[in-house]
């Protein structure tokens, strides 16, 4: 079998060697090098064929989530397994989406890495066990149950998605702007959130938009 040529990107130099050395014994295994920026990662992804990226989320100067994307733009057969120390669900779900095909915590062990190294090179997506127990776990907005709206609150909503400021949607739906924060506030709360970006992907995964 051909070694899978990989790269280790993450802003921690010591990570980044610890991993080399690591996965030093791992016959498969080719490492090419580490990165601690993204943009240098892509800059050597534009000119070279790479199977696998071992990802960080935290970059200084673009996250991981972003990158995902930038790296599939370039190189769609290049598998990324993101190696992170997040452990917030949403952070999981949005490098899966895109484009990651599996997320291992940092304190995986070498059997969890090299397993999900192996399915995310089938094609598989693949988590770490603790991952896969975040992941099981329910949201708070999915706890709660979908929230009841009016008809001018799912009609606010739709337009808030659409990125109206509130003078706009006052201006189209014949209300004050002072009306229309309210109603802002009040989305806010019945979905249990803290601000405008978190009510849309609430709303987007109770499928109310």
Known sequence: MPELLTAIVDDHPIVIEGLKTLLSHETNLKIIGGFCKGEDFLSYL????LDLVLLDVTLPDI??????????????????????????????????????????????????????????????ICYSKEVMEIISRPSKNELQGVPRLTRREKEILALIAAGKTSQMIGQELFLSPLTVDTHRKNLIQKFGVKNVAELIMAANQQQLL
């Open 46 to 49: 534009s000119g070279h064929a």
């Open 63 to 124: 996250s991981g989530i972003e990158l995902c994307q930038r790296i599939k733009q370039i190189s769609l057969s290049t598998s990324i397994l993101i190696l992170s120390n997040h452990t917030e669900r949403s952070i999981i779900m949005q490098a899966i989406q895109n484009g990651a095909s599996g997320y291992l915590l940092k304190n995986s062990s070498i059997e969890e890495l090299r397993h999900c190294i192996a399915e995310a090179v089938k094609g598989n």
